[in-house]
């Protein structure tokens, strides 16, 4: 069927979808190990799959510095997928969960696009196998019981001003950053989305229900008024925690609309949290299938970062493969011109963004891999424009290939999964752009100055207090966990390209030590985002034959 006019989720929804029994047995899922939820989605029970361990090669996507006009990187991943599978590599795809304060806010769905997509998409979108809402929960009795604790007698002396726990909801709501509670005597607190929430990290690296537990227990929500550490566990609700987390901890099987299946499973934002999908998920699918195929959310120096430096080395999945995604308006974004402005040719503009896909190759490099550039191509680049990106790999040594999976599904990934399919062979050649030990305030400097191509690092002055709580604890070689913006490599939005010369300024440090991590948080990065002025879900609606439109 020639679907090349039709929008996604027209697409979408015309696709013939196997039941999720075959998809499983196909990928190697024994039947006692397949939990259906419905007829086209299911999860897996790891603990039913047997022995084996995870070999498979992991092909990594990630990106340049992203724009508001989107890069379409998961449906490069999705195609990406297709496409080594078409070649006849026994293929797997890991990807995050949508989270709805993106799918009702700016970016829409997130499940890939025209003929590169996961389905059902409708539902994944939407409230999929419930584990969002088993994460929010979990959050949120923590923080109930944190202020039951206080009310009836506070026997561990935390002191309520010290409480860095807050409440989590699935939603864009600004009004929620900060408010007032009754509890501890009128604590003033905040929401997060539950994207950036400890127990999303918790559950995305996580390696079994043991390790989930364990990490719940270790959750600090704030400190005693000796200053001394108060946990999840000494308020016993990892328990609780654990028993709502059941069924959210088990990765979630779907299938592409070429069939080639798919687990989706965790959804940290990398803007804002670590970015990946979950570290069972991952696993998993290098149990099941020779490749897998994941993202890391945004850019480079966001989501493939964090992924190198915390998930690759907590869950030993470093990647054999690095793709980064690139498109020609990204690029003339990052040359100068405006987002209004970007359907005419203009390869001087394209060249002039360059910098900043060349920083992220860079990048990739430090880490050891040499790259794989996916152009992906949208309908009005030109073939000056796209000749510019590909001018520009060929004289530094880098792999591309001209990607139109959107248009043309598997068929159009075919040349990026011959390059893919070349370095498949090779062993994964990870390095760290700093040492395990390192220190958080020496891990922030590296990546700061390596990654981002800044001048160095200044603290606020609660952030440089939160360091020395952090290193009197002993939690200073715990990585990091940057939180900035996406657009730019900066603290700064709107300094694109490849800027330099700037500092970083880290405005407060934040121990998770359930997650096992330290994020900073830089510029004006916010943990709760707001709507903006013209919300996708003004433009979402359901039909009262039941069917959705406005999702894409």
């Not at 970062?305 to 493969?321: G, N, S």
């Not at 220190?439 to 603290?459: K, L, N, S």
Request: aromatic letters at 4%; hydrophobic letters at 45%.
């Amino acid at each position: 069927m020639n679907n090349e006019a039709l929008d996604d989720a027209s697409i979408a929804a015309t696709a013939h979808l196997k039941p999720i029994a075959e998809i499983a047995a196909a990928a190697g899922v024994p039947d006692e190990a397949l939990e259906p939820y419905g007829r086209h989605q299911g999860k897996i029970d790891v603990a039913c799959l047997g022995g084996g361990e995870p070999t498979g090669a992991v092909v990594l996507v990630s990106a340049m510095s992203p724009t508001p006009a989107g890069e379409g990187k998961s449906t490069v991943t999705v195609g990406l997928g297709d496409a080594l599978a078409a070649a006849g590599h026994r293929t797997m795809i890991a990807l995050r969960e949508p989270s709805l304060g993106p799918v009702f806010g700016l970016k829409g769905g997130a499940t890939g696009g025209g003929n590169a997509q996961i389905v059902p998409m409708v539902s994944i979108n939407l409230h999929f196998t419930g584990d969002f809402h088993a994460i929010t929960s979990a959050n949120n009795l923590l923080a109930a019981m944190v202020d039951n604790h206080l009310h009836h007698g506070n026997a561990l002396d935390l002191d309520p001003e010290s409480i860095s726990f807050k409440r989590v909801l699935d939603v864009n709501d600004r009004a929620l950053r900060r408010i007032r509670l009754d509890s501890g005597g009128g604590r003033e607190t905040g929401f997060d989305i539950t994207a950036a929430s400890e127990v999303m990290a918790v559950l995305c690296l996580a390696r079994d229900m043991g390790d989930l537990k364990a990490r719940l227990g270790r959750i600090t929500v704030g400190f005693t008024r000796s200053g001394l550490p108060v946990t999840a566990g000494d308020l016993e609700a990892s328990g609780a925690m654990a028993m709502l987390l059941r069924d959210a901890l088990k990765p979630n099987l779907v299938q592409t609309i070429a069939g080639t299946p798919a687990l989706v499973h965790g959804g940290p934002f990398a803007n804002i949290a670590h970015g990946c999908n979950s570290a069972i998920a991952t696993d998993t699918a290098r149990r099941l299938a020779d490749v897998v195929v994941t993202e890391a959310g945004f850019g480079a120096d966001l989501g493939a970062e964090k992924f190198l430096d915390i998930k690759a080395r907590a869950a030993d999945c470093a990647p054999t493969v690095v793709v980064l995604v690139a498109t020609v308006r990204a690029l003339k974004m990052h040359g100068g011109r405006d987002k209004a402005d970007l359907a005419g040719s203009d390869p001087t503009a394209v060249a002039a963004g360059l910098p900043n896909l060349a920083r992220h190759v860079r990048n990739v490099r430090r880490y050891g891999y040499e790259p794989v550039v996916a152009l992906n191509r949208f309908g009005t680049d030109g073939d000056e424009e796209l000749a510019v990106v590909e001018n520009y790999c060929a004289d530094n040594g880098v792999r591309c290939a001209i990607t139109e999976v959107h248009a043309r599904g598997a068929a159009g990934g075919a040349e990026l999964a011959r390059h893919v399919g070349a370095l498949l062979g090779q062993t994964p050649s990870y390095r760290g752009i700093y040492p395990p030990g390192a220190d958080v305030e020496e891990q922030i400097e590296a990546i700061v100055r390596q990654v981002y191509g800044g001048d160095g690092v200044e603290f606020a002055p609660e952030a440089r207090a939160q360091l020395e709580r952090i290193r009197a604890h002993g939690w200073e070689r715990l990585p990091v966990c940057i939180a900035k913006t996406q657009y730019s490599f900066s603290d700064d939005p709107s300094l694109l390209g490849a800027p330099s010369g700037f500092t970083v300024r880290v405005r407060e440090l934040v121990p998770k030590t359930g997650a096992g991590f330290v994020v900073a948080l830089t510029g004006t990065v916010m943990t709760m985002p707001g709507l903006p002025a013209a919300p996708a879900a003004e433009r979402m609606d359901v039909h009262d034959d039941g069917t959705v439109a406005g999702l894409f």
